[in-house]
């Protein structure tokens, strides 16, 4: 089986497209990933208000904490500050689930901007290419099998390039009515 054709110039075109559609798939990934580094950028905030979050929870539960040591009301002051440590927490939560949609929306449009001009090429170019591979496949197995014509219309001629189609046979004469008509 042949990739490619054995004539130069359809060789090179060939070579060309196959050429083009990988370069046109990889600058889809290359661009597809910069969009989605890009999106990823979005996700800053969430980590500043999930990072501004747990230090605030954490500053009031150790507060909370020192505050217990309180003799006598030690537990009461203790209670405001575990409930405020629970909205830092609840902040930090916030700050993560910002990130994570980012994340999702990064993810999308990056499978997005690869899925549909990767199928965009390969439904054009591919149906292309494979139908060549397989004529070309059927016209050497069909050549090469035992008991197959030879015929010297079949053979490339030096005029003649090996990958087209051998000519329709020529009419002698023309037959309108008018040339016959006046022996022409």
């Given at each position: ?36 580094d ?72 990056a ?49 003649r ?24």
């Amino acid at each position: 089986m042949l990739l490619y054709a054995q004539t130069p110039a359809r060789r090179n075109r060939q070579i060309l497209a196959d050429l083009t559609a990988l370069l046109l798939i990889a600058a889809a990934v290359t661009f597809a990933l910069a969009v989605h580094d890009a999106i990823m950028m979005l996700a800053e905030p969430g980590r500043k208000v999930e990072s501004s979050g747990d230090s605030l929870a954490a500053a009031l539960d150790d507060a909370g904490e020192t505050a217990s040591r309180v003799p006598l009301v030690g537990d009461l002051l203790k209670a405001p500050f575990r409930s405020a440590a629970d909205a830092g927490s609840g902040i930090a939560d916030a700050g993560q689930s910002m990130q994570d949609i980012v994340g999702q929306v990064a993810f999308l449009a990056a499978l997005g901007l690869i899925v549909v001009p990767v199928a965009f090429v390969l439904l054009l170019w591919l149906p292309l290419r494979v139908r060549w591979i397989r004529r070309s496949a059927t016209i050497r197995r069909l050549r090469d099998a035992p008991g197959a014509p030879t015929c010297s219309r079949c053979a490339p001629s030096p005029g003649r390039r090996a990958s087209s189609p051998p000519s329709p046979p020529r009419r002698a004469a023309s037959r309108t009515p008018g040339a016959a008509a006046t022996g022409r």
